[in-house]
């Protein structure tokens, strides 16, 4: 996967995201789109060849969304947001 494409998969979510704000509240948003992104990982977790340990699965996916949200708050208070 190349991080380009990566960014600009992401940036379609956020886009949309942003384009619903229109018609929904923010805090519900970002509930909606936390939940959306669990019942994907978990049905890509499921479908997935390899066996893995469930609880190493949430722990890694726990660890990775920890991680991208703290960058994504520094990013953002750097850019003055908040």
Known sequence: M??????EVSDEFV???NEMLDEWAQ???SAAIMHAA???NA???LTQEQE???ASAVAF???QYRQMLEES???LKRDGVG
């Open 2 to 7: 190349l991080e380009a494409d990566f960014f």
């Open 15 to 17: 886009n949309l995201a």
């Open 27 to 29: 805090p519900m948003l």
């Open 38 to 40: 669990a019942r994907f």
């Open 43 to 45: 049905f890509n977790y």
């Open 52 to 54: 893995q340990d469930p």
């Open 61 to 63: 996916l726990t660890d």
């Open 73 to 75: 708050i520094r990013e």
